[in-house]
T-cell receptor
Framework: GAVVSQHPSRVICKSGTSVKIECRSL??????MFWYRQFPKKSLMLMATSNEGSKATYEQGVEKDKFLINHASLTLSTLTVTSAHPEDSSFYICSARELAGVGETQYFGPGTRLLVL | AQSVTQLDSQVPVFEEAPVELRCNYS??????LFWYVQYPNQGLQLLLK??????LVKGINGFEAEFNKSQTSFHLRKPSVHISDTAEYFCAVSPLNTGFQKLVFGTGTRLLVSP
């Protein structure tokens, strides 16, 4: 099946620094990648949708200058949390839709746990 | 707007017993419905989906779900669970008019299977 990886799996950083999270589709090309945030005991909340070669579409309430998304190729999207603060600590999950496959299936990465001290 | 409710945050069950995980949704437009499973330290994996046709949908690992439009429900069932079914289960909907771009998730139900 289609595999999506994320790197790093967990990261601890100091307040004020920036953190980059990578999302890769390993065995398929993804026209669209999605970034979610998951709070403890809460559902996954869609943050933004990124399409290869174009600007990401952010959900209402998500700061685009805070969460920079780049989808430079059909297999890689990155999320950069700029000037991270403790309230940004969370579990970030990406997913990808296959280019040539059945459009409704999103394949999810294992997630990245971010802790901002 | 859409919302998904999974009333049970945790469901404990003994091995080989049947289980039902409940999911109700609210939407002003027609939706597709999904169940995902998340094993510890892994990404979400699609269990099954309802797009159209028969309201009883069979998925992987012996799971099935039934779409009930009048009750806006999509409950997940398995007749006999195994220890390895211990995981977090998420119900999700996708509005038909978004081209599968948008998934709205419930808060998840943790299934705990004990011997």
């Amino acid at each position: 099946g289609a595999v999506v990886s994320q790197h790093p799996s967990r990261v601890i950083c100091k307040s004020g620094t920036s953190v980059k999270i990578e999302c890769r589709s390993l065995d398929f090309q993804a026209t669209t990648m999605f970034w979610y945030r998951q709070f403890p005991k809460k559902s996954l909340m869609l943050m933004a949708t990124s399409n290869e070669g174009s600007k990401a579409t952010y959900e209402q309430g998500v700061e685009k200058d805070k969460f920079l998304i780049n989808h430079a190729s059909l297999t890689l999207s990155t999320l950069t949390v700029t000037s991270a603060h403790p309230e940004d600590s969370s579990f970030y999950i990406c997913s990808a839709r296959e280019l040539a496959g059945v459009g409704e299936t999103q394949y999810f990465g294992p997630g990245t746990r971010l802790l901002v001290l | 707007a859409q919302s998904v409710t999974q009333l049970d945050s945790q469901v404990p069950v003994f091995e080989e017993a049947p289980v039902e995980l409940r999911c109700n949704y609210s939407s002003s437009v027609s939706v597709y419905l999904f169940w995902y499973v998340q094993y510890p330290n892994q990404g979400l994996q699609l269990l099954l989906k309802y797009l159209s046709g028969s309201t009883l949908v069979k998925g992987i690992n012996g799971f099935e779900a039934e779409f009930n439009k009048s009750q806006t429900s999509f409950h997940l069932r398995k007749p006999s669970v195994h220890i390895s079914d211990t995981a977090e289960y998420f119900c999700a909907v996708s509005p038909l008019n978004t081209g599968f771009q948008k998934l709205v998730f419930g808060t998840g139900t943790r299934l705990l299977v004990s011997p």
